[in-house]
């Protein structure tokens, strides 16, 4: 008795190892295809960015930073011809309109990664109390949204704010943060550098310090 006691002991703890095992296999590669996806959206998104110079800055790149439950959650607005990260059906999804990403709490009081849209040519703040539409919820997996910004006199990444310049970034890395739902894993890091086109494309026809009016 005393022997097939250890033996079934010994079995119930390797059984539990191999499920506890399967389902971190399992939630890792779900967590893989909603990084992947949501980098991926973003990385179009910015490479179809749209700027025209103009005093009221409709088409400034705009960030903020802010960390949400322990996690980076910046907030990250430009103005895109993609339709990435838009709601199927919305009147805003084939035309240019300034994307708004952000990490907020979702229905279940979890973090989550939401999408907002607003017509390119509105104010953002006017346009967030004029056009009422229902943030997206793009992924609940996606819990922490890190933007950093080339700086070209330090020759490194930089984790200041985006002064509020009437411009865009040329080089940009974006860090994408998938959370375990067991606290003690750490999350699952996605980073990707990206160089805007539109931005190298100004900074080549108007060369010097000051390339972009601010």
């Given at each position: ?16 190892g191999t ?23 973003l ?10 110079f ?39 999804q ?10 907020a709490?979702?229905?279940r009081g ?37 933007i ?67």
């Amino acid at each position: 008795m005393t022997i097939l006691t250890i033996a079934m002991a010994i079995s119930f703890q390797a059984f539990s190892g191999t499920i506890r095992a399967w389902k971190r296999g399992t939630e890792v590669i779900e967590g893989i295809k909603h990084g992947d996806f949501a980098m991926s959206q973003l990385a179009t998104a910015l490479n179809s960015t749209i700027y025209f110079f103009n005093t009221r800055k409709n088409y400034a790149f705009k960030l903020e930073k802010d960390t949400f439950s322990g996690l980076p959650a910046d907030t990250i607005s430009f103005v895109t011809a993609s339709s990435a990260f838009m709601k199927e059906g919305s009147p805003l999804q084939h035309g240019p309109h300034r994307l708004k990403l952000y990490i907020a709490d979702d229905d279940r009081g979890n973090p989550a990664l939401f999408s907002t849209a607003f017509p390119a040519i509105a104010n953002e703040e006017d346009a967030e109390r004029e056009y009422d539409e229902e943030p997206h919820l793009v992924s609940r997996s996606v819990q922490g949204l890190e933007i950093l910004l080339y700086d070209d006199e330090l020759e490194d990444w930089t984790t200041d704010d985006w002064e509020e310049e009437n411009s865009i970034p040329e080089r940009v890395m974006i860090v994408i943060y998938v959370a375990s739902e067991n606290e003690r894993e750490e999350p699952l890091i996605f980073t990707r550098v990206l160089e805007i086109p539109v931005a190298q494309s100004l900074s080549e026809k108007l060369p010097g310090p000051s390339k972009i009016k601010k």
